[in-house]
């Protein structure tokens, strides 16, 4: 079969765009997805704005995008504004694969540069052109989309473009999102309204149809598809609140008691409703029988994402996990009609969900400290929702200051302390304290505070596994790297929590290419550090790879207390050596030598000299 390898070069700025093969090399070293697209970032030069026509913005697929199983992917990537460290965010459905078979025989779309006045990129049949869009300004998700009826489209919504640091892009309407991180506000600043495609799905060849079928049984029969088709990852509320690790009232409680309201039960007593308005909050919303939107991040909603890095779907669509943990329980709001309708506030006007719910829990507890004179409390969903306009359109000073993450807000106002951040990443999901391990994956994750690099907060919280330090490193750089390996293919990352790299290898032979696991592994190590190498670039050291201060003091419900720094610094002491990394976090001669990257740090990039000491590598 015909792999793609060739990958699209926009310069907005001199209305130029050209077609170019990818070498060889980086095409044996990276693939495609998070891997190449990080390859192309690290051709910038170091300590650029975000914001600046110089950064760039990937669109990027893998290999096999449209043939894969699980739900079709596209990776967003680029310099995150919110954080000024990477950013690979995952938006999913229909466009990712029209965007597959829009490229031909690329694997992705590189943007550079800033137009002076709105426009879109318009990509068929392998080229792609810059048309006028100044029509366009100031429409949401959903208004965009229509604008282009037979085509795919991803955009950014009034978040984008007033340059909200966690605006995400937006597909198919506002049913999906890349949502963390902020890529839609660096489209926002190139002026760049959306992405088109003009051109259906690729096709799929007969021989990878019936692998792709195969793994589709194998995955519907697996723990993880049984759940998925049950609840669509809305179950993921119930396990926090069970486990103890459920972010309530921003982050000062670990359960809620208002958990069965926003649930997967609500949500079933709704999947056959046709209609139901809601007068409670401004803009009512319709539920379907066949949502299916995610939480953001990564992921990243996501960013990304909880649980796929997709928004939680447009107004008529009930939420997944994400939506209700960050808008409901995050803010102590436990009417599930009133959390559907702010989500949907989100998806369409193109805020990640998560990011936006810790925003507004930040300024509940700013009110209650006195730091901010505004009037806020949490369950009071009118105000949410008039916060979360604000936020968007940057329309008030809270609004504005909001608009560019907690962290930034803190700075301004005070109140560092109330929500906690890795990496100027608001953290989604999950509290850690009830779960150690979690700490360290939030602390070490490359986009900063992300649920989805690593997740072993799902066998830590429901079986203590009494995992040594060494143990626990192992288990959070594995995973990190299991998936950095398979998001080269863009590929539904939920896979790899039933396949592991023996998936990989039978889908990376489809393609000719012949890899056993440990060559599965290297690719992911090789990505992580790549990645690593990049943050360090950017001025990003151990210090960054913290532990919160609001995770070290204990939770108002009780539970086990906040979470040990001695204990933590040690944990993160065998995180780095485990990596082959010097003490202060900086990836090692030997280990670029070994993973072939030794060509690749200059003067900017400091690397460690020495092996670590207790190092168990990979």
């Known amino acids: 079969m015909s792999v793609p390898d060739r990958v699209l070069r926009v310069d907005l ?9 990818v070498p060889d090399e980086w095409l044996a070293m990276y693939v495609g997805g998070k891997g190449l697209g990080a390859r192309y970032l690290y051709e910038m030069e170091p300590g650029i704005d975000p914001e600046s026509p110089a950064n760039r913005l990937a669109f990027m697929t893998g290999p ?8 079709p992917r596209y990776a967003a990537i680029t310099k995150s504004p919110l954080t000024g460290a990477f950013l690979d965010s995952y938006g999913g459905g229909s466009f990712a694969n029209r965007l597959a078979g829009a490229l031909g025989d690329h694997l992705g779309v590189v943007v550079r540069g800033a137009a002076d006045e709105p426009v879109v ?3 068929a049949d392998g080229e792609a052109a810059i048309e006028p869009a100044a029509d366009l300004a100031g429409l949401d998700a959903a208004e965009t989309d229509e604008r282009f009826p037979d085509a795919g489209v991803a955009c950014i919504g009034p978040a984008g473009e007033a340059r909200v640091r966690y605006a995400t892009i937006a597909s198919d309407g506002g049913d999906h999102h890349a949502g963390r991180g902020g890529a839609g506000a660096v489209m926002g600043a190139k002026k760049l309204k959306a ?5 259906p799905a690729p096709d799929i060849p007969p021989a990878l149809r019936d692998l792709r079928d195969r793994y589709e049984e194998r995955f519907a029969d697996s723990d993880t598809g049984r759940w998925l088709a ?4 809305l179950e993921t509320v119930e396990f926090a609140n069970e486990t103890g690790v459920l972010p309530t009232r921003g982050w000062q409680s670990r359960r809620f008691e208002g958990t069965d309201e926003i649930g997967v039960d609500q949500a079933a007593g709704r999947s056959e409703e046709r209609e139901r308005p809601d007068d409670s909050v401004p803009g009512g919303f319709r539920v379907s ?3 299916n939107g995610t939480g953001p991040d990564d992921g990243d909603g996501s960013e990304d994402e909880d649980d796929r890095d997709d928004v939680a779907p447009g107004t008529d669509t009930v939420p997944r996990g994400g939506t209700p943990i960050a808008l409901g329980a995050g803010l102590g709001i436990d009417d599930f009609d009133a959390v559907v309708t702010l989500g949907g506030a989100c998806d369409r006007l193109g805020l990640d969900v998560i990011s936006a719910g810790n925003a507004i829990a930040w ?3 700013a009110s209650d400290a006195g730091l901010i004179d505004r ?5 009071d969903k009118t105000a949410a929702r008039t916060v979360i306009e604000e936020i968007a359109r940057r329309s008030t000073s809270l609004g504005d200051a909001l608009a560019d993450g907690v962290e930034a807000a803190a700075e301004r106002f005070g109140g560092a302390d109330l929500i906690p951040t890795v990496k100027g990443m608001d953290l989604g999901s999950y509290d850690p304290r009830g779960a150690e391990t979690m700490g360290l994956a939030f602390a070490t994750s490359d986009r900063g505070g992300c649920h989805r690099r690593a997740r072993p907060v799902e066998v830590e919280a429901v079986a203590d596994p009494r995992w040594t330090p060494e143990q626990r490193a192992a288990v959070v750089a594995d995973e990190q790297d299991r998936r950095a390996a398979l998001w080269c293919l863009v590929a539904d990352d939920f896979l790899a929590d039933v396949f592991g790299p023996e998936a990989g290898i039978e889908w990376f032979a489809a393609l000719g290419d012949e890899r056993d696991p440990d060559d599965i592994r290297l690719l992911g190590e090789r990505v992580w550090t790549l990645v690593r190498l990049f943050n360090l670039r950017e001025g990003f050291d151990r210090d960054d790879d913290a532990l919160p201060d609001a995770l070290t003091t204990e939770a108002d419900d009780g539970g086990e207390g906040g979470l040990d720094p001695d204990a933590f610094e040690t944990l993160l002491d065998r995180y780095y050596a485990y990596r082959d990394w010097d003490r202060e976090g900086r990836p090692t001669t030997q280990l670029l030598d070994r993973l072939g990257l030794s060509e690749l740090p200059d003067g900017e990039t400091p690397v460690g000299e020495a092996v670590p000491e207790h190092s168990d590598g990979h």
């Open 375 to 379: 009037d806020l409390s949490f369950g």
């Open 230 to 233: 049950a609840s669509d990852t």
């Open 195 to 199: 992405v088109v495609v003009r051109d």
């Open 121 to 123: 990129l318009s990509i």
């Open 13 to 21: 700025s001199a209305e130029r765009v050209r077609s170019e093969r």
């Open 64 to 71: 096999l995008t449209a043939s894969l199983p699980g739900e």
């Open 289 to 291: 029988s066949s949502g």
């Open 363 to 365: 300024a509940v507890r």
